[in-house]
C-alpha cells in the first residue's frame, strides 16, 4: 500500500517554515481507495510570494485546522503505507518536524518519484513535476495546491508501476544499514530520497547544527559510503548525533568540490578533519571561464578565474545567446579565494578534459 502526498508551506526550510496544506491518496498498487486533503492553520503569516504561487492567503487558513489537529488523521493515512511523493525528502521532512515539534517521531518507509522517473524515464528535459507532466500528458489541475498537484503525483505514480511490473519498493540499498542500531536517532529512510546528482551534503545534529560535510558525484552514494565505509561510522560520537541529512545539487563535481570547501570553512563541523596538502599548484595570473555541467541538462556551471584569483562561481541557462564571454560575470555569485580552491581548480582541469575553458 502507497500513501501518495503533497503539501504546500510557507517556504522551503522544514526547521522554519510551516504546512499549509496537504492532500493524501491512498493507493493500494491499482487504484486510489482513499482520499484527504485539508488547507492548515501555520499559526504565522504566509508571504505574499507564496500566496502568488500557491493562491493560499492568510485569510483562507485563518478558520483552518491546526496541524496537531489533523496529525491523528495523517498518521491513520500512511500507517504501514510508503509515503510516495514528487522530491520526497520534501514533504516528508516537513510533516516529521510538524510531528517533531509535537513530541512524536513520525517514520516512514518512503518513494520518490523524481528519482523513479529518472530511473524509468530517462532522457527527459527536465523532472520537475510541471515539466515532465506536460512531456508526459498528464494533465495538472490546480498546480501548486495540494491536491492538484497530489493527483498529478498519482497519475505519474501509475505510469511508473505500469513501467515497473507493477510493483514499486524503497531503495533496498539503505535498508540493512541500521539493523544494528548503529544510527539511533537517524531516520535511514531519508537517505532514499536523496539525489542520484553531484552536490555537496551535510549531516545535521539534533540542534541543527553542521556536523559534517561531504561532497560526491552522486550525492546518495556518497552519503552510504561516509555511513557504511567511512572512518566516520567508527566514531561513536558522529553515530549518536547525527539525525538529518541536508544537500545542495550541483551538478558539476569540480562545484561540488570547491563548495564543499567553502561550506567546512564557513561552519567549522565538528567532524571534518583539515586536509594537509603540500603541493603549491597555483593559478599564476591566468583569466579565464571553466564550464561544467550544469543542475539540470538545460543550464551549464561557470567558475570564474581572473588574474590567478577565484572569483566564485554561477550557473548559466544554456540557450542564453552571448555575444561577449565577459557577459559570463554576469552570473557569478562571489565567494572568497583560497590556495585550496586554486590548487583544487587547477588540478581538477588538467585530469578531466571534458571541462570546457574559455580563455580571457
Known amino acids: 500500500m502507497y500513501a501518495i502526498i503533497d503539501i504546500e508551506t510557507t517556504g522551503i526550510s522544514h526547521k522554519f517554515e510551516k504546512i499549509t496544506e496537504i492532500a493524501i491518496f491512498v493507493h493500494d498498487g491499482t487504484r486510489v481507495t482513499e482520499e484527504y486533503s485539508t488547507l492548515i492553520n501555520p499559526e504565522c503569516t504566509i508571504p505574499y510570494y507564496i500566496t502568488k504561487l500557491t493562491g493560499i492567503s492568510n485569510e483562507m487558513v485563518a478558520d483552518a485546522p491546526k496541524f496537531y489537529e489533523v496529525a491523528k488523521r495523517v498518521v491513520e493515512l500512511t500507517n504501514n503505507n510508503i509515503f510516495v511523493a514528487h522530491n520526497v525528502n520534501f514533504d516528508y521532512r516537513f510533516i516529521r518536524e510538524e510531528y517533531l515539534r509535537l513530541g512524536y517521531h513520525y517514520k516512514r518507509d518512503v518513494l520518490c518519484t523524481v528519482k523513479m522517473s529518472r530511473k524509468l524515464i530517462p532522457g527527459k528535459r527536465s523532472y520537475s513535476l510541471g515539466n515532465l507532466c506536460l512531456d508526459l500528458g498528464i494533465h495538472v489541475q490546480d498546480r501548486h495546491r495540494a491536491t492538484g498537484d497530489a493527483r498529478a503525483t498519482v497519475k505519474l505514480f501509475e505510469l511508473l508501476l505500469s513501467k515497473n511490473g507493477g510493483l514499486l519498493n524503497p531503495a533496498s540499498s539503505y535498508v540493512a544499514l541500521n539493523q544494528d542500531n548503529?544510527?539511533?536517532?537517524?531516520?535511514?529512510?531519508?537517505?532514499?530520497?536523496?539525489?542520484?546528482?553531484?552536490?555537496?551534503?551535510?549531516?545535521?545534529?539534533?540542534?541543527?547544527?553542521?556536523?559534517?560535510?561531504?561532497?560526491?558525484?552522486?550525492?546518495?552514494?556518497?552519503?552510504?559510503?561516509?555511513?557504511?565505509?567511512?572512518?566516520?561510522?567508527?566514531?561513536?560520537?558522529?553515530?549518536?548525533?547525527?539525525?538529518?541529512?541536508?544537500?545542495?545539487?550541483?551538478?558539476?563535481?569540480?562545484?561540488?568540490?570547491?563548495?564543499?570547501?567553502?561550506?567546512?570553512?564557513?561552519?567549522?563541523?565538528?567532524?571534518?578533519?583539515?586536509?594537509?596538502?603540500?603541493?603549491?599548484?597555483?593559478?599564476?595570473?591566468?583569466?579565464?571561464?571553466?564550464?561544467?555541467?550544469?543542475?539540470?541538462?538545460?543550464?551549464?556551471?561557470?567558475?570564474?578565474?581572473?588574474?590567478?584569483?577565484?572569483?566564485?562561481?554561477?550557473?548559466?541557462?544554456?540557450?542564453?545567446?552571448?555575444?561577449?564571454?565577459?557577459?559570463?560575470?554576469?552570473?557569478?555569485?562571489?565567494?572568497?579565494?583560497?590556495?585550496?580552491?586554486?590548487?583544487?581548480?587547477?588540478?581538477?582541469?588538467?585530469?578531466?578534459?571534458?571541462?570546457?575553458?574559455?580563455?580571457?
Open 182 to 360: 548503529k544510527y539511533p536517532v537517524l531516520d535511514i529512510a531519508l537517505i532514499s530520497g536523496l539525489s542520484h546528482d553531484a552536490g555537496v551534503f551535510y549531516f545535521l545534529n539534533e540542534q541543527g547544527d553542521i556536523i559534517y560535510v561531504g561532497n560526491g558525484a552522486d550525492i546518495q552514494d556518497s552519503v552510504l559510503s561516509v555511513l557504511k565505509k567511512g572512518s566516520l561510522q567508527k566514531n561513536l560520537d558522529f553515530r549518536a548525533q547525527v539525525v538529518d541529512i541536508g544537500y545542495d545539487i550541483t551538478g558539476s563535481e569540480l562545484v561540488s568540490c570547491i563548495l564543499a570547501l567553502q561550506q567546512v570553512k564557513k561552519y567549522m563541523p565538528v567532524f571534518n578533519q583539515p586536509k594537509i596538502k603540500n603541493e603549491q599548484l597555483t593559478l599564476g595570473y591566468d583569466s579565464f571561464w571553466a564550464i561544467d555541467r550544469g543542475r539540470n541538462a538545460e543550464e551549464h556551471s561557470v567558475i570564474r578565474i581572473k588574474n590567478g584569483q577565484y572569483m566564485g562561481f554561477g550557473y548559466i541557462d544554456k540557450d542564453i545567446q552571448l555575444t561577449d564571454s565577459a557577459m559570463l560575470d554576469d552570473y557569478i555569485k562571489l565567494y572568497p579565494d583560497s590556495n585550496e580552491i586554486q590548487y583544487l581548480i587547477r588540478k581538477y582541469i588538467k585530469t578531466h578534459p571534458g571541462i570546457k575553458v574559455i580563455w580571457e
